[in-house]
């Protein structure tokens, strides 16, 4: 870490500064003196201080941390790629993962068909809504528990594994038992709280990056449920919050390469909800195989005459059994495999 | 609501598509056939149509809100300010509210000291985290229940009305009764679960904005709490997340105005948390008054000697003192108050 | 285009609000009301109408457009694909165009080297700095006039096409003379004035996006080359300016489906710029690829010994050759070809 | 500047590095050698190391700079406010200085009428838009030479000195012959072309930041003109692009602080185009007082009848002299003066 001194600051400050900084943390001082402010760098154990914590008006001008403050996520400290599996399907090995299913849980019909319609193409998990989280209280907000029995059925016909998003803190137990990869949606990603009680199961968490969430953050996140002693955290990018309004939100691609380097997590991207375009679901998926990510997550729709329940975000059956076609292509190139459909 | 339809859509289909939208809502269609494309005006309630739920790759370009989607928030439906009264102080009304008090609640000593300083000067509330949100959780989390006991002790002596944080839906019980307003943090401003049961009690929300919020998202925020049976929702603005870095965040203060347009809800600033820059506290302070706030939130630490504890963006009571005292002449030019101090 | 009035207005003031656009411009106007309040839809010519010049604070709520400002660039009135040829290379066909070079001009041995070694697996075009925009005046701005000397040895050598940004109006005519694609670079993206010069050329312009320019704004920038008469214009997304620190830029590629959408303009991706991380440039010319682009421009040095001239975003030509055979996979897939390397 | 390296570079890697950067520039190098890598403290002149330029990677991780990269802006090697004098007015010192006028020139009548209108209050600059950037070639784009002609009658009729944009460089002698403040907007922030040619005028200079510019750009920027010889630099906040689109841009109010700490230019706000919202023209220009700016500068419509052409950022004269009658209350407090009108 290094902490740059404002101009001016008067050698006895310094000293005492350096005194402080060694009693209240582990760390050695090293100052370099500049021709116009002094710089300490610190060595030792600084995962503690934190850039909110340090600093104050009178002699601290700047804090610039070096290493980063992630332990258990850090690649550094455990190199080969974490890979997280679930009943016959996995996440971050050599098959390509394919989450895919419908927005939300609608009907024991509805998901049913949809899981057998992905699964013969080669999905490998089954997505879909019981518990929304919406902007607006006025809106459907899921089926919710029945949402969850639906998709228990859903799995006992096709055997996918399912992954659906959590809301409630009082729903973990239910949760831990019915679900198999539990989501945490973007706009959760900073409750400590939930990310806590998560920390405390050994259940696989599907962590969504916050629309506003720095890689670091979003790393840091994961970092709470792995410290809680559950260490099996799959990434998901979904876009994040820009000035473009043209999609939904941007799809930082390259935040794919960056969390491969900084951590040993697996980690998938979500066109659908990215972009909120379904034109460029496809497309997008390819780029993102060719980013490196593990697997992708996909809202897939069966039921093109009641158009209206469907986002824009949706594709059709046939068209994603064209998208996975295409994506076999893909990761061959990359050296991993799309399970045949069955 | 206006709906813009793809270029080259059928007859047919939009005569489908206007079917299916007065099945599913009440509403009327008025459409509209450009030289290119064909739009359809939406009139009745609209409020039940999410962007996200409308659209489809079929037929639909593009969907336009014409109307705001909030109700109990919306100034249309309420033109007067609401005020929300803790006790003898209140915000939205002439006195403008000074909520203050440190980061962190440390030890009793240090909170009644700095009630005590703050409220002889004209502070209105003591502020003071007890459940600290920390983006690392090696990070010191706060004192929690012990933080809470605290605020109570340095209440008891100030007769201060007491803000504070909530993190864990199991504490709202606790926070109802030992707390005067309960802050929800801008990391949980759409943790929907938090904010129902919020809208279940009677207790005034301190509601911040998120990082990456709309200004249309913050309202809706406000909505859910006020949608389950709570209206005493008071809107803080505390600095939106930009590319700029030099400060923290990037205060929004057209956000006052847009909010005081829009709804009746009060609306405060927090210039701490905004800039994180100690030195812009004071001025941001003034031009929180002018952009029409209805009061501040302020970090005010005691301790120089300890100086690491407290963050870059807190400043000492002289200086809150001096401040307060230029805060006078500023509400005096808008016809507004401060407390004297006692 | 979509008028949203006031709540309130009076009848009075919409009937004149009404002939006075009738008046200015060559639309007809279909008003639909709305319980709160009344909407106009206007059909005909809207491009004259600007959302800058309509509204007042008197009756206009909100402006919404429905039709795309642009119409030379539109892909809704040029509906197949702009190819542009440079010689004996294109972008925009079917071979996918690989421009690379160093990022600054520095010698003559330095650029005919690099042209040579990156023709010999396939590059179209070589790129190279002569004029460099920095950020600091006193930062290196590069050869100038005896660098574009030498981009054009290096082109005698191998026949490559030279692609180089133009900084200064007054060598319009020189860039004209020696330079094969003339680049805009993101900060001159509405240099206006600059613009409208080179739409009066028959040049190939390279037209970067800028740092926080929307699509359509990078569109319009577009159109004012083309509505001066020259329509050789091909797109450049190098990323763009987001709360994100990490990467340099955040690298939209949805942008690249969208423009794809919108115009039939040719579009490249820069992943050295975007990222400025030279890990990160392999993956994301594969994502480019996969996200439909019709080329990419890469920084390319090859002088390892003296590494401290070449930014982080560049890669040797080592790590370019073995970039571009992966490409050779990708682009298959597309149904498009890399040239064989000379 | 603070240079981290990679971990596991080897230790002569470490010491070529060193040589190499001893060799290329004027510094001194301090090592620190940390439990995972070694931080390098550069000390002496950095200004000429570019972050795009260092680093490659082969040993270097991250640059720090801890320097400002600016020297003739900076406040450091200039304590004391720069006050710019145009005539009897002046912009920095104890005058709050008031630009008023149209967004565009467009009559005779219209523009001296406006300038005796804004003057009669209290105005102490007259700008008007002579030539026009514009997002779209079709829409108009000024009335160019005529419309600085127009100025100049009004300055003949008021003594207002003029404040107009430039965007042709061709034009910049007749600009220092016409013209007494000469703009820079928005898009042209980063013009270098342009920057250095105003650098090598003597006439003050109003440096709009760019939409996406830091704070540190928008000093560099003004550093390229004073580089040039012209100290004359007006630094104007204008907004930013930030995900909010309620507001046109997000008024940056704390970069004032900012630029105070950092530079000693003065700096002004410009409320209209920040917001595009006339109802928060007024109270934003209280808050830019209470920020700590040197002035405003605001557009002032005179034709209701014509409503079309007039923006919604543009007040009316009437309300102009009511906001200007409640500044003269602000800036009291601030201890400057607005001069009496004439």
Chains 1, 2, 3, 4 share one sequence.
Not at 35 to 45: N, P, R
Not at 103 to 119: L, M, N
Not at 134 to 149: C, K, M, V
Request: proline letters at 4%.
């Amino acid at each position: 870490m290094i902490i740059v001194l404002k101009r001016g600051v008067r050698q006895k400050d310094v000293t005492n500064l350096i005194s402080e900084l060694v009693d209240s943390y582990e760390v050695q001082i090293h100052p370099i003196e500049g021709s116009e402010c002094t710089v300490l760098g610190l060595v030792g154990d600084t995962s503690k201080i934190t850039l909110e914590d340090i600093g104050t008006d009178e002699r601290i001008h700047k804090v610039m941390r070096v290493k980063e403050p992630f332990k258990k996520a850090n690649r550094a400290f455990h190199p080969e790629n974490s890979i997280i599996r679930v009943g016959e399907s996995s996440i971050g090995g050599d098959e390509f993962a394919i989450i895919a299913g419908p927005c939300s849980v609608e009907s024991e019909d509805q998901i049913t068909e949809i899981a057998k319609s992905v699964q013969s193409v080669g999905a490998t998990f089954l997505r879909g809504g019981a518990y929304k989280p919406r902007t607006s209280p006025y809106a459907f907000q899921g089926l919710e528990e029945d949402g969850l029995e639906l998709l228990k059925k859903a799995r006992a016909v096709t055997g996918l594994p399912i992954v659906t998003e959590i809301m409630y803190p009082e729903t973990i137990e239910k949760f831990v038992k019915d679900v198999d990869v539990i989501q945490v949606g973007a706009r959760n990603m900073q409750n400590f709280a939930l990310l806590k009680e998560l920390g405390k199961t050994d259940k696989p968490i599907l962590l969504k990056r916050g629309l506003s969430a720095t890689i670091e953050e979003w790393l840091m996140a994961a970092e709470y449920i792995m410290a809680g002693g559950n260490e099996n955290v799959i990434l998901c990018e979904r876009g994040i919050r820009t000035f473009e309004t043209y999609t939904r939100n941007t799809l930082d691609l390259s935040a794919v390469q960056a969390v491969k380097k900084m951590s040993h997590l697996p980690v998938i991207v979500d066109p659908s909800h990215a972009t909120g375009l379904n034109y460029m679901i496809e497309p997008m998926c390819m780029a993102a195989i060719a980013a490196g990510a593990d697997g992708v997550i996909i809202e897939v729709h069966n039921n093109p005459a009641k158009a209206l329940c469907d986002g824009p975000q949706s594709i059709t059956p046939d068209r994603f059994a064209k998208a996975v076609d295409k994506m076999r292509k893909y990761v061959e190139i990359e050296g991993r495999t799309i399970r045949r459909g069955q």
